[in-house]
Structure formats: C-alpha cells, structure tokens
C-alpha cells in the first residue's frame, strides 16, 4: 500500500500535474471574472440598444400543463434566451483567451530577442597557425 501512496505522490508532484492544477484555478476565477463582465457590462447595453430585451427571458411557450384538479400548471417553456447569453459568453471568454496568448507569446519573442547572439566559433587550427604566421611577419 505504501507502495501505492509513493507512486500517487509523485504522479502528483509532478510539475506538469501542478502547473495544470493551477491553470485550472485561474481559469475557474477568470471565467467567473468574464461572466460577470458580459452579464453585468456588456449584455445590459446590447439589450437596451435591441429594445430593453434581457437575452436571459427569452423564451418559447410550448405549452401548459393541465393538473389532474383542472387547474393550469406553469407553462413548460424553451428558454432560448440563456443559450443566447452563453454563446456571448463564450465568444468573449475565447477573444480575451486568444488576447492573453497573443501576449504572452508576443513577451516571449521579445525575450529571445533580447538573449545575447551566439558567441562566434572559436577559430579552427589553421586560422589559428595563419594569425601567428601574420604576427610574425609584422614583427620582422
């Protein structure tokens, strides 16, 4: 059994395994942080400027229940206007997704630029034996 735990331990210490872990941690925040954005910013506008519509009421009536005593039942409904919300969702958790990439890969080329150039290669034998040749030369 100990066995076991040891091999868990290091499946999970694993840097990938971590780094993953984390990612997910700030993907759940940033996520929550871009539905706020769009239900709270983004979607009141659009809805005013379509005619007050909140995308989130938008529904079809298919129908209404009618209870075994006669009465009316709520109305079973299509809710359409919540799968309008979460493709916006959708569509600017993906633009703000490929924004950040973009950037990060854009910091990334400039840190290989900035990286010194290759050293030159050292001079081969014979380029070596021709300098001394040359410095001797100018001596005599």
Avoid: H, W
Wanted: charged share 25%; hydrophobic share 45%; proline share 4%.
């Amino acid at each position: 059994m100990s066995k076991f735990f040891n091999e868990f331990k290091e499946f999970a210490m694993r840097g990938n395994v971590i780094d993953m872990a984390v990612g997910v941690i700030v993907g759940g925040a940033f996520g929550k942080i871009v539905t706020s954005l769009v239900n709270d910013i983004i979607m009141p506008p659009l809805g005013f400027a379509l005619g007050r519509v909140d995308f989130t009421d938008l529904s079809i009536k298919l129908g209404e229940k009618l209870a075994e005593d006669g009465k009316t039942m709520e109305a079973v409904t299509l809710n359409y206007g919540n799968f309008i919300q979460e493709v916006v969702n959708f569509l600017i958790i993906a633009f703000c997704i490929f924004l950040a990439i973009k950037g990060i890969n854009s910091l990334s080329k400039k840190k290989e630029e900035v990286k010194e150039e290759p050293a030159a290669p050292a001079p081969t034998k014979e380029e070596t034996l021709l300098t001394e040749i040359r410095d001797l030369l100018k001596n005599k």
